[in-house]
């Protein structure tokens, strides 16, 4: 008889692999998404006419969609058996406040 690896073991592997991969997808985007906080405050602090525009575009189309993104990536990573930094309630908030307020712990 050929006998076959368990499929548990292979899934478990699998699942493993897959959960390291969205890991190192989030840390990506989470440095992307600080880019953006940096530009746009960057661009309020020169308080140009135009520059506003652009750090609204940064902060609207950029860091909150990069946000809504990294919370969604945290849930499938968190039902890998992973975490991310959003795992943590404080860090979520501590983004939303930085996104949309201007205002939050991004070592200003």
């Known amino acids: 008889m ?3 690896p368990e499929p548990t073991q292979n899934s478990d592997d699998k699942l493993s692999s897959i959960r390291s991969d969205l ?3 989030f840390i990506r985007l989470n440095l992307i998404l600080d880019v953006c906080i940096v530009c746009h ?3 309020v602090m020169q308080n140009a006419e135009q520059d506003g525009s652009v750090a609204n575009v940064l902060q ?17 990573v968190e039902e890998l058996g992973g975490t991310t930094d959003y ?4 860090r979520i908030d ?3 406040a930085t996104i949309l307020n201007g205002e939050g712990g991004h070592d200003e």
């Open 2 to 4: 050929n006998e076959q």
């Open 23 to 25: 890991e190192y997808i």
């Open 41 to 43: 405050k960057a661009l």
């Open 60 to 76: 609207r189309c950029g860091g909150d969609m990069l946000h809504e993104q990294l919370e969604e990536l945290t849930r499938v």
């Open 87 to 90: 795992s943590s309630e404080e």
């Open 94 to 96: 501590e983004q939303v």
